[in-house]
């Protein structure tokens, strides 16, 4: 029996990671390169050690899901699978996926709320997810997530004002004021901004491509956005980059590594005073929603319904007028 991997727990069995390639250790000890793109990769894998479709367990589920299907999201969506399939392999794992119901849930529910319960909700979407995906495959009939109460969450709703939008502009430097800037215009969310080219910059005006929902949308020109394009622009480049923001070395910002830039920065703000209360990068999206007229927010922000923007981007305490 081989021995429980450290590292890389979203693999199949023989599959390692290796110096940016997927590898498969066959039965005569012998590497195979499957690959460096992940889907592509488990493509070949299917083809090499043939069918992949028995599943019996909840791990063995996670392990068919997190080959076929998390792979096909958005990036940062696929990244958070790989934690939240962690969690439940742990807990939920070795369960027959027939024998899988409500009380078996609620008890993982009760364990994993104590340390978190929006996180414990995002994996029991998952869960529910991978199991509607167990009946496309005909293993079960129902999904037993369907009679399972999540926990309750309120809304997120810290606004930035205004001065803390300025006191953290003038005080954060020239790449997260530029970045600021681009993002309260045009309400990008951070995966998409720090993976925007060049040519996506047309006389028309910003061509997007949503990584979340593939849904394409047009940013026209306006004044303000153009200064703000024009800002990014005149940041220090050692060397020339197809990427609008971009690393010395002249790559794309990792959505981590951008993270770790601005944490250092708010820490600084809050230890020196320029800031009473910490903010999200996600804050700033929050305040595009806020700011803007309803309609133009849910077409700004990319939502297909207005409900998802009141619901969570709508921060900004209603104006209202007295009785007369």
Avoid at 189 to 196: F, G, P, S, W
């Amino acid at each position: 029996m081989g021995r429980k991997r450290k590292t890389d727990h979203h693999l199949p069995s023989r599959v390692y990671l290796r110096s940016g390639s997927y590898y498969l250790v066959d039965s005569n000890a012998k590497w195979v390169r499957l690959g460096g793109d992940y889907p592509a990769a488990m493509a070949k894998y299917a083809q090499l050690v043939g069918d992949l479709g028995c599943v019996v367990t909840v791990g063995d589920l996670i392990d068919r899901y997190l080959r076929e299907v998390a792979p096909l999201k958005a990036q940062a969506t696929y990244k958070g699978n790989i934690v939240q399939a962690k969690y439940l392999r742990t807990g939920l794992g070795e369960i027959r996926v027939e024998d899988l119901g409500p009380r078996q849930i609620y008890r993982y529910m009760d364990i994993r709320g104590q340390r978190g319960k929006t996180q414990t909700n995002r994996e029991l979407a998952m869960l529910s997810h991978m199991l509607k995906y167990a009946i496309r495959w005909g293993v079960i009939d129902q999904n037993p997530c369907r009679d399972v109460m999540r926990f309750k969450e309120k809304p997120r709703d810290r606004y930035i004002s205004d001065a803390e939008y300025k006191a953290f502009h003038d005080f954060s430097g020239p790449l997260i004021a530029a970045y600021m800037d681009f993002k309260l215009l045009t309400g990008l969310r951070k995966a998409d901004i720090l993976q925007l080219r060049r040519d996506v910059l047309k006389p028309d005006g910003i061509y997007v491509e949503i990584s979340k929902t593939k849904q394409r949308i047009i940013i026209s020109w306006t004044d303000h956005l153009e200064a703000a394009v024009q800002q990014i622009k005149n940041l220090p480049r050692p060397v020339n980059s197809m990427y609008l923001f971009s690393t010395r070395r002249g790559q794309p910002y990792s959505a981590s590594g951008f993270a770790s830039i601005w944490q250092r920065k708010m820490v600084k703000a809050l230890d020196q005073g320029v800031l009473q209360e910490r903010f999200t990068d996600h804050d700033l999206r929050a305040k595009t929603g806020s700011d803007a007229e309803l309609e133009h927010a849910t077409a700004l922000l990319a939502h297909l319904d207005a409900k998802v923007t009141k619901r969570h981007y709508r921060r900004k305490a209603a104006v209202v007028k007295p009785l007369r």
